[in-house]
Structures are given as structure tokens and as C-alpha cells.
Nanobody, 124 residues
Framework: QVQLVESGGGLVQAGGSLRLSCVAS????????MGWFRQAPGKEREFVAG????????RYADSVKGRFTISRDNAKNTVYLQMNSLKPEDTAIYYC?????????????????WGPGTQVTVSS
């Protein structure tokens, strides 16, 4: 079992950048497929980015492709989400999640472990 804690959220102006971190404990992140999701007020939680375990294969939602980058530091047991060119519509609570699968899934129900989330607010 793995425990996840996100950090790095905050308030930023449109066009700015933030880097979110997800620190794992209990097991190594390379054991899992890791994902970032987000949930805006009144909306469903949606997939943002995913990173397959063991190898560097990534997937992104169309809305963030070219602006966000997911990465992993095995030595720090941490997964990152670099967010550039932020837009007001990126405002949401961002969650880190882990799935015990060998592929990247967009479905939130496939992820067994979740962090508490970190708030990202982008002002116009």
C-alpha cells in the first residue's frame, strides 16, 4: 500500500507556472502507474496526466497537452506535474493517484490510492 501527499498548489496569474509534487511513502512510485487528476467546483474529477510504471511513457488530456508535463524522481519517490501557460480554466483541486496496473488508465475508478489534493487557482 502507498500513501500520497500533494503539494505545490497556490494562486497564480494566467500565463504563469506551478510545479506540483506528489510524495509517496510505503512503496516506491515506480511500482505503480501514477496519475494526476483535477476537480473543479461542480464538475467531475477528470484525468490530467499519467505515467506508466517502470518506463517513461506518458499520456495527457487534450486540454493540457503541450502545457503540462508529468515526471518521476525515483530517488525522491516523488511524481511531479509541471504546469506552464496556466489558464483560468485550469483552476481546480489537483489530486495525485496510483494504480496497480501495467498501463495508463484515464478512469479514476482504476486508481486505488489517492492523495488529499492541492488547490490551484489561476486568476485572469
Amino acid at each position: 500500500q502507498v500513501q500520497l501527499v500533494e503539494s505545490g498548489g497556490g494562486l497564480v496569474q494566467a500565463g504563469g507556472s506551478l510545479r506540483l509534487s506528489c510524495v509517496a511513502s510505503g512503496r516506491t512510485v515506480s511500482t505503480y502507474t501514477m496519475g494526476w487528476f483535477r476537480q473543479a467546483p461542480g464538475k467531475e474529477r477528470e484525468f490530467v496526466a499519467g505515467l506508466i510504471r517502470s518506463v517513461v511513457v506518458t499520456r495527457y488530456a487534450d486540454s493540457v497537452k503541450g502545457r503540462f508535463t508529468i515526471s518521476r524522481d525515483n530517488a525522491k519517490n516523488t511524481v511531479y506535474l509541471q504546469m506552464n501557460s496556466l489558464k483560468p480554466e485550469d483552476t481546480a483541486i489537483y489530486y495525485c493517484a496510483a494504480a496497480n496496473l501495467g498501463w495508463i488508465t484515464f478512469k479514476r475508478n482504476d486508481y486505488a490510492y489517492w492523495g488529499p489534493g492541492t488547490q490551484v487557482t489561476v486568476s485572469s
